[in-house]
């Protein structure tokens, strides 16, 4: 858990500053979630303190899939606090207003299945190749007090194998290096 120390809510950037750092094992890319769902990913480290981009910053993207169909997509942040955009979605795509998204787990920055977003609209244009499509975020990014900071435990297994191996090495003698 990590507490909200400061916001940064501008029309294109959205970001909260949280009272963990690297001191407590924060990294760059970790994500950021709530008791609802995604709220964004670590983009800054200081010892004591960190910064997340919330998933509605205009520079922030989220593989995600419909959780009814397992149709992949990409969720794109807008810059308002409750809008999201699914650019690039051909006009054949099988998604629906009301549609749960969820993380796809591609990229490797979010787990697969976390919530992201409810499909609010649906637009399908003549003469356009892709459609229009807004969905709101689960996680309630105004509000609250605390998120949730989750560890890739791949890398925390890798780290435990390198702290063990260099634990080893260290308990051996001259002459057992020699040999």
């Known amino acids: 858990m990590a507490g909200l120390l400061a916001t940064d809510l501008q029309f294109y950037s959205r970001r909260l500053t949280l009272d963990k750092g690297s001191q407590h094992g924060?990294?760059?890319?970790?994500?950021?979630?709530?008791?609802?769902g995604v709220v964004?990913?670590?983009?800054?480290?200081?010892?004591?303190?960190?910064?997340a981009m919330l998933i509605t910053d205009s520079s922030h993207a989220v593989p995600v899939q419909v959780l009814r169909n397992g149709l992949r997509a990409v969720v794109e942040g807008r810059g308002a606090s409750n809008r999201l955009a699914l650019p690039y979605l051909s006009m054949s795509a099988d998604i629906q207003v009301d549609d749960l998204l969820v993380t796809s787990g591609l990229g490797g920055v979010f787990p697969p299945n976390y919530p992201v977003a409810i499909?609010?609209?649906?637009?399908?244009?003549?003469?356009?190749?892709?459609?229009?499509i807004s969905a709101e975020p689960l996680a309630l990014l105004d509000s609250g007090r605390e998120v949730l900071l989750?560890?890739?435990?791949?890398?925390?297994?890798?780290?435990?194998?390198?702290?063990?191996?260099?634990?080893?090495?260290?308990?051996?003698?001259?002459t057992d290096r020699a040999q």
């Not at 964004?40 to 910064?51: A, D, K, R």
């Not at 499909?119 to 229009?132: A, D, I, L």
């Not at 989750?150 to 001259?174: F, R, V």
């Open 40 to 51: 964004g990913q670590i983009v800054e480290v200081g010892l004591y303190s960190s910064i």
């Open 150 to 174: 989750i560890w890739n435990t791949q890398d925390i297994e890798s780290d435990e194998k390198n702290t063990a191996s260099s634990k080893d090495e260290s308990d051996l003698t001259e």
């Open 26 to 36: 924060v990294y760059s890319g970790q994500p950021v979630l709530n008791a609802h």
């Open 119 to 132: 499909v609010k609209s649906v637009e399908r244009n003549p003469g356009q190749t892709f459609m229009t």
